[in-house]
């Protein structure tokens, strides 16, 4: 879709943000509107994140207004908000592109563009990084400004805090917009506090506190007064106590869609020394009604026409993954009242909404959290209660120190149910669940489970919610399961035992997870003898042992790092079993996965039918 001029006349005007400051501050609304009607637009033909962007709109256009970015350097939080900055940032002609293959990274990235100043993609991150480029900045005494753009959402999580702390603790001048959209703070939102806002946020108010502090030097008590007062007379009108405390000059809160007042306060706060807070107020999905009502449901869509208001119903077809997982949970949990559902804020993309509203008083949001999450798990289970934590692969990263430290350490029985492992496709390398098998395997008292469909998901669930000597492991992908028939009855799975799917000769192909298909599909191919193993940790060594000595060649799949993977693990197991054998490790590369559909990654990384045969017959070959 290309962009056209006639539709969008003053946003034409505003390829750049050098071009945006060209334009007088009247039109700047004008820009704003256009600036949403064509995010409307773009990614109504693309897909994509949506309801963030919308909400946004204004702060984008005035930052870049009154920053001189990239000189300035502005850094976004997560970056589903930062589709606008995107357009205005030399973009908005590659915007159908976005999360496709070889098209725009969906986040803000660094090699992308010289306005991306810090790569994301998980949350709350912004703070940290701006504080560590304001301290550069100091250094370079150049005049330049930073400012981190961060949702009140990512303000659940503790290295939000860790990074307030320190930066208020070292004084460096920074400015933090604390896009609050689900008026978790206050709703004190109006004229009166946006001129409010500009009046504390100006030379005014500045210098009389600046003067009153110089005045009162060497009055310690008169000075205590003086501070516990003007901390009493602005805790009364805005919401800042605690920024204030952690040595922040907090300002707002101000209505995050006036672009007007916007502009004019950052003007003020941009000469200001020291840490700053700005406090805005925002709707998400602010300009189109169904995001506004819904804007969970619109956080991300897929292709839809804006004009019909509506999403297109998506078609009846296999249940996803993370579905069989929320019928698991809910099933144990009827029978068991000590089953605990836990969730880093991942509630509806782990599946969780049904066990959120039947039980209610078992589940746990610990908000983007995780590190906080894992640790919520192993002091449940010291007490006997049997915790299962949902979590994304590549948010349980986040959380690695406490999986080993707080939980198999202590051998407790955690289950983790880990999606999205492998390839997650749009989201990109932030998002691919790329380094589970590998990080998790090398932890003693570990379970881990790779299901190959979703009744061997199910029953390996119920096997981690048996196994009560440690923690355990179930880790599936993202996406549609396979159409396999769930059994309801659940039975426990003998820990640490595989099953031969297929008999061939010379070539035995070991599969870890959903990559079984295919591996079937290339073993038909070549008359390989097929393993599903099941366990990672545990490996099932009487059956490597047995197709290691009546194969030639030893082939390990997977949809995880090759490097410390499921394979690995077999290489060392055959050594330990002083079994000389040729093994060809098939997974994913040394590399990070870019951005791309599933099935497109899935092919140029020949984990495909297609590409496991090839990989075979060139290295017998």
């Keep these: 879709m290309s962009f056209d001029n006639s539709q969008y006349p003053v946003l034409a005007q505003a390829n750049t943000p050098e071009d945006l400051k060209k334009l007088p501050q009247g039109l700047l609304p004008q820009v704003a509107n256009e600036l949403r009607q064509f995010l409307l637009q773009s990614v109504g033909n693309s897909s994509g994140h949506f309801a963030s962007g919308l909400g946004t709109v204004e702060l984008t256009v005035a930052l870049h207004y009154v920053y001189n970015t990239p000189f300035d350097r502005l850094v976004w939080d997560v970056g589903h908000q930062a589709y606008p900055h995107k357009i205005l940032t030399d973009r908005r002609e590659k915007m159908h592109t976005i999360r496709q293959k070889n098209g725009l990274h969906p986040f803000p990235w660094r090699e992308e563009s010289q306005y991306d100043t810090f790569s994301v993609g998980h949350s709350g991150t912004s703070i940290s990084?701006?504080?560590?480029?304001?301290?550069?900045?100091?250094?370079?005494?150049?005049?330049r400004k930073v400012v981190a753009v961060i949702g009140d959402g990512a303000m659940t999580g503790g290295m939000v805090f860790e990074a307030l702390n320190h930066a208020g603790d070292l004084h460096n001048d920074m400015l933090v917009v604390l896009n609050d959209n689900e008026m978790s703070i206050s709703e004190n939102v109006g004229a009166l506090n946006n001129h409010l806002a500009q009046l504390m946020s100006g030379r005014f108010y500045t210098t009389i506190r600046e003067s009153s502090k110089k005045v009162l030097k060497g009055m310690p008590v008169i000075k205590e007064m003086a501070k516990r007062t003007e901390e009493h007379l602005k805790g009364m009108v805005v919401p800042g106590t605690l920024f204030e405390e952690l040595g922040f000059n907090y300002i707002g809160p101000i209505d995050g869609h006036d672009v007007d007042a916007l502009v004019e306060t950052l003007r003020n706060m941009r000469g200001l020394k020291g840490p700053q807070i700005l406090h805005i107020m925002t709707k998400k999905g602010r300009g189109y009604e169904p995001a506004e009502k819904d804007p969970i449901g619109w956080h991300a869509v897929p292709k839809f026409d804006p004009s019909k208001f509506k999403k297109p119903a998506t078609k009846p077809g296999l249940p996803t993954f993370s579905q069989v997982f929320g019928k698991w949970?809910?099933?144990?949990?009827?029978?068991?009242?000590?089953?605990?559902?836990?969730?880093?804020a991942m509630r509806e993309?782990?599946?969780?909404?049904?066990?959120?509203?039947?039980f209610p008083s078992q589940y746990f949001d610990a908000a983007i959290a995780e590190q906080h999450a894992v640790t919520l798990g192993a002091g449940m289970a010291t007490e006997g209660l049997k915790p299962v934590v949902a979590i994304y692969s590549t948010f349980l990263q986040r959380g690695y120190d406490q999986l080993i430290h707080d939980v198999a350490l202590q051998r407790l029985p955690v289950l983790f149910a880990i999606d999205r492992g492998g390839i997650v496709g749009a989201d990109g390398p932030t998002h691919q669940g790329a380094f589970d098998l590998s990080f998790m395997r090398c932890i003693p008292n570990m379970v881990i489970m790779a299901p190959s469909d979703e009744n061997e998901c199910r029953q390996m669930l119920y096997t981690g919610y048996c196994y009560q000597d440690g923690p355990s492991a179930v880790r599936y992908p993202r996406g549609s399961a396979t159409g396999?028939?769930?059994?309801?009855?659940?039975?426990?799975?003998p820990i640490g035992k595989g099953i031969i799917k297929r008999q061939g000769s010379k070539i035995a192909i070991v599969n870890f997870g959903t990559t079984l298909a295919a591996a079937l599909a290339a073993g038909e191919a070549v008359d390989a003898t097929v393993a599903d193993m099941r366990f990672v940790k545990p490996l099932?060594?009487?059956?490597?042992?047995?197709?290691?000595?009546?194969?030639?060649v030893i082939v390990t799949v997977e949809e995880n790092a090759i490097m410390g993977g499921a394979g690995t693990g077999v290489m060392e197991?055959?050594?330990?079993?002083?079994?000389?054998?040729?093994?060809?490790?098939?997974g994913l590369p040394d590399e990070f996965i870019k951005h791309g559909s599933p099935e497109e990654i899935t092919h140029e990384l020949k984990l495909d039918a297609e590409g496991i045969e090839q990989q075979i017959r060139d290295y017998l070959s």
């Design 573 to 586: 197991a055959l050594q330990k079993l002083k079994i000389i054998k040729p093994v060809l490790q098939i």
């Design 329 to 344: 949970l809910c099933d144990v949990a009827a029978k068991d009242p000590k089953v605990m559902g836990i969730t880093p």
């Design 349 to 358: 993309g782990s599946g969780m909404v049904e066990f959120s509203q039947r």
């Design 484 to 493: 396999a028939q769930q059994i309801e009855q659940m039975t426990a799975l």
């Design 540 to 552: 099932d060594i009487n059956l490597l042992s047995e197709l290691a000595t009546s194969h030639d």
């Design 129 to 143: 990084a701006a504080l560590g480029m304001a301290i550069a900045a100091e250094k370079e005494a150049l005049g």
